[in-house]
Nanobody
Framework: QVQLVESGGGLVQAGDSLRLSCVAS????????MGWFRQAPGKEREFVAG????????SYADSMKGRFTISRDKALNTVYLQMDSLKPEDTAIYYC?????????????????WGQGTQVTVSS
């Protein structure tokens, strides 16, 4: 079955950077747009960033624009989330998701496959 495995989370200080990775297996990677979502304690899961199947287009939630960068490596079946200038409010579990098709989705229900998540904690 399809697997999405995230890595790269951890405990950092405000202002630091992290790069999350998500390796996809058992799917044709270029048939899927990919996204990152996050869920903070007591809050609903929210869209962070998405990237088209080709990598040519990306989309970000307003609060992440200019700080986060999504990218993908087709040869490695991997999608990345580079997170710079981290803030305590970025603390959450970050999830990778796959959406069949070429369009970026910004809603949970548009994605078919999900990873287990990786914890990011930003201390002040």
């Amino acid at each position: 079955q399809v697997q999405l495995v995230e890595s790269g989370g951890g405990l950092v200080q405000a202002g630091d950077s992290l790069r999350l990775s998500c390796v996809a297996s058992r799917l044709t990677f270029t048939n899927y747009a990919m996204g990152w979502f996050r869920q903070a304690p007591g809050k609903e899961r929210e869209f962070v960033a998405g990237i088209s199947w080709s990598g040519a287009r990306s989309s970000y939630a307003d609060s992440m624009k200019g700080r986060f960068t999504i990218s993908r490596d087709k040869a490695l079946n991997t999608v990345y989330l580079q997170m710079d200038s981290l803030k305590p409010e970025d603390t959450a579990i970050y999830y990778c998701a796959a959406r069949r098709g070429i369009e970026i989705g910004t809603k949970e229900g548009q994605y078919t496959y999900w990873g287990q998540g990786t914890q990011v904690t930003v201390s002040s």
